[in-house]
């Protein structure tokens, strides 16, 4: 699936305006749910296609029957079947969805949303601009369909895009909603997309640095996730180690310093974040009152995981900076101490060949000590 630049480049239709990239997630949400929407609200024309993921053990809920009702309105649809797979599967994904596109504009969603109105005009509109190259949609909570465990995951997750309304302030921010973002593909000198498309990673790539991402204000969908209690304690808990420990192995040693001694204060800073961007932006304020105590807890699994995620990052390059130097002064290469790989010798082989090929499978000390995910 890596391709190069010039390759990926060369994916751009000048006649597609507009890819849609659906992606399936576990959080009980319906692929058929999320097309229908993109019917009812259809306003584009023949420059618009969409491509959608369909794992292999996901129940077919009515899904060609809705591909074959927005074929009839005059939009590509492809449907793309992949093997079965869960929610660590979604960035590798969206890798193969937008290598199936060639739209000038490439926005994601995920199934656990539905387009609100004006939806297909707003990023329309978005691709006759050429000032951004990252942009991030809003993202509504479906109150009346999720539970307060639920809600308090919506917080936990889309809490910083809710749309402002009222007398709401727009409020630029550094990172994208994860079921609702976009790449401006003609804006982009892209790279190889690899196995994996993560919003974060790309928004780091791509916004140029004292920059922020695009914020589409008038582009909504409306979110449901059907999660329970302890399963949404425990994705919390897993996301947050995992982001802890990926941005402590991308971090600066001061970085990595800082994190460790004052993680604590992570919480803090979650909770304060969220609250301000609601009051300003003067939206989901009564949701989110009501929603609290399980916002709050929520928050802290996140928070107290990704800082165990800074410490175990942390420590594991502690170690192979230990390691690297104690080989070194000894004039060996670090890349040559690892386990030793043993194997069970047959009676007719050579004893000499149980150490013919130690050292061509050496493997990286560090890695033989990650926590399994």
């Not at 006649?15 to 009980?28: A, C, E, M, N, Y």
């Not at 800082?258 to 204060?265: D, E, P, S």
């Not at 949701?287 to 990704?306: D, Q, Y």
């Amino acid at each position: 699936m890596i391709r190069t630049v010039m390759e990926v480049s060369q994916q751009v239709n000048p006649g597609i305006r507009l890819s849609v990239l659906v992606t399936p997630t576990k959080s009980g949400g319906s692929l058929a749910r999320l097309l229908r929407s993109l019917g009812r609200e259809v306003d584009t024309g023949p420059g618009t296609e969409i491509v959608v993921v369909v794992p292999s053990d996901r129940v077919n809920d009515g899904l060609e029957t809705q591909a074959d009702r927005l074929r009839s309105q005059g939009l590509r649809v492809r449907i793309l079947k992949v093997g079965p797979g869960g929610a660590s599967d979604v960035p590798g994904w969206r890798a193969a969805a937008f290598e199936a596109a060639s739209g000038t504009v490439r926005v994601f969603l995920e199934d656990n949303a539905t387009i609100e109105p004006g939806w297909w005009q707003a990023w329309n509109a978005m691709a006759d601009r050429d000032d951004w190259t990252i942009a991030t949609g809003s993202v509504v909570a479906d109150s009346a369909a999720l539970s307060m465990a639920a809600t308090g995951v919506f917080f936990c997750e889309y809490g910083l895009f809710v749309p402002r309304t009222g007398l709401g302030k727009p409020l630029p921010l550094k990172r994208v909603a994860g079921n609702h973002w976009a790449v401006h593909c003609g804006k982009i000198g892209l790279p190889a997309t690899g196995n994996e498309i993560d919003e974060h990673v790309w928004t780091h790539r791509f916004v140029q640095p004292g920059r922020k991402p695009a914020r589409n204000e008038l582009a909504a969908v409306r979110c449901r996730r059907e999660v329970g209690a302890v399963e949404a304690i425990v994705e919390r808990t897993r996301q947050g180690f995992r982001f802890g420990r990926d941005e402590c192995r991308r971090a600066r040693p001061i970085r990595r310093i800082k994190m460790v001694h004052g993680g604590h204060a992570i919480i803090l800073v979650q909770i304060v974040r969220l609250v301000a961007v609601v009051a300003i932006r003067r939206s989901h304020r009564g949701l989110l009152l009501r929603s609290l105590p399980w916002t709050v807890a929520l928050l802290k699994a996140w928070s107290f995981s990704e800082w165990a995620g800074w410490c175990y990052g942390s420590f594991e390059a502690l170690f192979h900076a230990n390691l690297k130097n104690r080989t070194e002064r000894r004039g060996e290469s670090p890349e040559g101490s690892g386990p030793f790989q043993g194997r069970v010798v047959e009676r007719h082989e050579p004893t000499s060949s149980l150490f013919a090929g130690t050292h061509a499978r050496r493997r990286d000390v560090a890695h033989d000590f990650r926590i399994p995910s």
